[in-house]
Structure formats: structure tokens, C-alpha cells
């Protein structure tokens, strides 16, 4: 039996703990919104709540069958509920969900079921929400649907697919007898042995992916192919699209390539990441055995271990990272390092609009917090969304927590 919780029906008025490091911000206050309470068929792994904690979705598990719990309002109950759960559009709006009966999977999408294949998932929103796609499949034969139309049927999907920023280009990988290509708005390209993945630039001017002919891997760029080299993969664009960086391998060593520009050769390169303008340049690189962050040409210092995920301030100015050793990591700002926890997920690192607090999830324990500028909030069971934390100005910010089993949303305001 489901109850509907009641949203947004209590809130609290809590304080932060103390200061934990010079020049943290003081006396911030913290609101707590109770979102809802979990039913105890809830799988917990399952929960979503959209960005401004107003919608919240997660599969329940009823023994022998499922659902798909949306805002506390239970749905119909199939044989399985797909691996990805329940996908909230960007602004929460729209619920979609991969089901089965039986053999047969479909996608029901904001309660409608769709047609029904004998596979079906992978389903994905464009960013203005306005477009949906998944793969499915037919005997051996696998396709995409789009706005509820099926694509032409391919003997594989590889590489997933994926709208542009604009949502209005559809691009898939392929696989036709022994040889991949791409599928850019329904035209194919050429074929290669290998499609490894894709990549729009911010601004859905320019796709790359990776392609493999032999022992050689090369990017094809708006499809003009680049530099063949022995391994090619992590491309990232500046923000406003004007700079591309990559790693590619030769021989027995890596290097990063900006712009078609090859950087020093190192046993081992993780990243890049470009600052918002393009102008900085950061990448990890490990070399007997200790790992550094080199930043636009400057070797930092090793540590026994650098996840190569940055995050820059909006001017540029600030580069943070995690580092650590065995049992403990830390959030390194500009050389400086930061206070140690068992775990810290390098996803999560955010700069606030003027670049004056840095914010990240860590966890200490089997408690998770927010840290903002070297100072802990309060502990929670889980931060949901992968720990996302959304700055709604440059002196406030919020997230989603689990305490128990309640579901709340967590509002810091900054001073």
C-alpha cells in the first residue's frame, strides 16, 4: 500500500558545523525540506529527484514484481523494471522507464506505454526535454526510436546515441556486418572496424568520434579524419567550443594533442580538461608509479594517486582536483591541498558563478557531506544525484540528501 508523502511539508533550520579552514565562509544557515519518506519497498540505489528537488522517482520492488514510484503515486506493476530505473528529464518534468512483461521490454514515457520489442532501454531526453530516444530491438536486428519512430534497423547499436546541446541532431553508432559507422540524422557515414565513441561540442557545431582501422585509432572531426596514432580517446572541448584537447598513445607512451598540437610524451596521461575560455590547460600524468597534475606546462607535485576529473572556476583562475594516498583523499586548489576524507567524488567538485567557493561531496565513515570551502554541513546517509551540488547563486546552493528514510532537500545559504 502506497501513501502519497507529503512535499515539502516541513522544514527545519539548522547550522552547518564549524569552521574547518581558514577563510571558510561563517555562520552559514542551512534549511532542510522534508521531499517525502521512503515507502520500505523502495530500492533506495533507485532514487531520483530532479535538480530543484521537486520531482522524485524510484523503482519499487513488490516481490515477484516492480514499479516505478513517481512524487510518492505508484505506477503499474511489470515482471522487471529495466537496469537504468526511472530517467527524469532535465527539468523534472518527464518520467521515462524501460518495463517487461514476460519476454517483452518497451519504454513508458510520462505513463504511456510504448510499443512493445524484444528488448528495449537506453533511453535518454535531449536538453530542452523536448525530444526522447532509446535503442530497441527485433529478433537480431536493433534500431533506435526517436519521437517514437523507428530508425533503420542495424545488426548491432554501438556507442549509444545522443542529441546535440540544441537537441536538434540525433547521432548513433552502428554496426553493419563486421565493420561500424556512424548515423548522424539518418545518414550513414563511413565504415570503419571500430567506433569507440562520440562527442558534440558545446555548442553542437562539431562531432567527433574515435574510430580504429587496424592497429591505428584516429578522430574523424565533422568527418575529416585526423592523425592515425596507436590509441586515441578523452576529448574534451573548451566552453565555448573554440579549443579541442585529447590523448592519443604512440608507441609505448602518451601525450595529450590540443588542436591538432602535440604536448610531451609521458608513460601515462589522464584528462584533459580546458578552462571555460580555452586558455588553461590541465592533464594528470603518472610516471614511475606517482602521479602529477601538470597545469598549462607546470609539473605539480606527485602524489600516489590524481583522478584525472578537474574543475575550473568560471574565470579560469582556479584549477581544483582530488588526490590522495591509500585510505584517504583530498580536493588540491591551485597547489594548495585541502583536509583528507576516506572519499571524496571528483564529479561533484562545483564553483559557484564568481569562482569564490568551491563545493564537493565527501565521505567520511558511512556519512556523507557537503564540503564547501573547507567547511563540512551536515551528514547524511546518501547524497543523491551522484552528490550534485547546485549552486543557485553565488551565495547559495543546494542538494538532495537521504536521512533514514527521508528525502530531503538541502538549502545553504552563504555568508
Known sequence: MFRKASFYGVSLVLICLSVAASG?????????????????????ESLVVSADGARIACVADLGGQQCVVVDGEAGPEYDRIGPEGAILSADGKRVGYAASTGDEW??????????H????????????????????????????????????????????LDFSPDGTRLVHGAKVGGKQLMVVDGVEGKPYDGIPGFKFSPDGKTLVYGAVVGDEQFLVVNGEEGKHYRVVGGVVFSADSRKMAHVAGVDDQFLIV?????????????????????????????????????DDGKEGKRYDHVVAIFAFSPDGNKLAYVAGGPGKQFVVVNGEEGKAYDRIDPRTLVFGS??????YTAQLGGAQFVVINGRECDSYDRILNGGTVVFDSPDSLHYVAVDGDEVYRVDVRLK
Do not use: N
Not at 518497451?106 to 510499443?115: N, P
Not at 530497441?136 to 534497423?153: I, L, N, P, R, Y
Open 24 to 44: 571558510a565562509d561563517q555562520d552559514a544557515g542551512t534549511t532542510e525540506t522534508l521531499i517525502t519518506e521512503m515507502e520500505l519497498s523502495w530500492i533506495a
Open 106 to 115: 518497451f519504454v513508458v514515457l510520462d505513463g504511456e506505454e510504448g510499443k
Open 117 to 160: 520489442y524484444d528488448s528495449a532501454g537506453g533511453l535518454m531526453f535531449s536538453a530542452d526535454d523536448k525530444r526522447v530516444g532509446y535503442v530497441a530491438s527485433t529478433g537480431d536486428k536493433w534500431f533506435v526510436v526517436v519521437d517514437g519512430q523507428e530508425g533503420k534497423a542495424y545488426d548491432g547499436i554501438v556507442a549509444g
Open 258 to 294: 590540443v588542436d591538432g598540437v602535440e604536448g610531451k610524451r609521458y608513460e601515462g596521461v589522464g584528462g584533459p580538461f580546458l578552462s571555460p575560455d580555452g586558455t588553461r590547460l590541465a592533464h594528470a600524468v603518472v610516471e614511475e608509479r606517482k602521479w602529477y597534475v601538470v
Open 354 to 359: 564568481d569562482g569564490k567557493r568551491l563545493a
